[in-house]
């Protein structure tokens, strides 16, 4: 794992934390913040799975398109586009 592809995963561990700890709050916690970061941290770790493989991340929030390039390059890569789009 090159250092950009630590980076990325490092990035996606924080807004993973920080998601655990805003559930953590109870009748206080924030779901949109949640919701906000497990979107992020999921984003940040395909676009590390891209990197690692060789290929340019491009710079979008769509984790449908993120999820189509990774399926060129694994074979065994499957994740609904439904419910990548799911809001």
Same mark, same amino acid.
């Given at each position: 794992?090159?250092?950009t592809?630590? #980076?990325w995963v490092a990035k996606a561990e924080g807004d993973y %934390?920080? %998601?655990s700890r805003e559930l953590a709050?109870?009748?206080k916690c924030n779901f949109n913040l949640v919701l906000f970061l497990c979107q992020q941290c999921v984003e940040k770790l395909t676009k590390g799975l891209l990197?690692?493989?060789?290929t340019v991340a491009p710079k979008t929030h769509d984790l449908a398109e993120l999820s189509r +390039?990774?399926?060129s +390059?694994? #074979?065994d890569w499957q994740w609904n586009? %439904?419910?990548l789009k799911r809001k």
């Amino acid at each position: 794992m090159n250092e950009t592809v630590r #980076q990325w995963v490092a990035k996606a561990e924080g807004d993973y %934390a920080s %998601a655990s700890r805003e559930l953590a709050g109870g009748e206080k916690c924030n779901f949109n913040l949640v919701l906000f970061l497990c979107q992020q941290c999921v984003e940040k770790l395909t676009k590390g799975l891209l990197m690692a493989r060789c290929t340019v991340a491009p710079k979008t929030h769509d984790l449908a398109e993120l999820s189509r +390039l990774i399926s060129s +390059l694994e #074979q065994d890569w499957q994740w609904n586009d %439904a419910e990548l789009k799911r809001k």
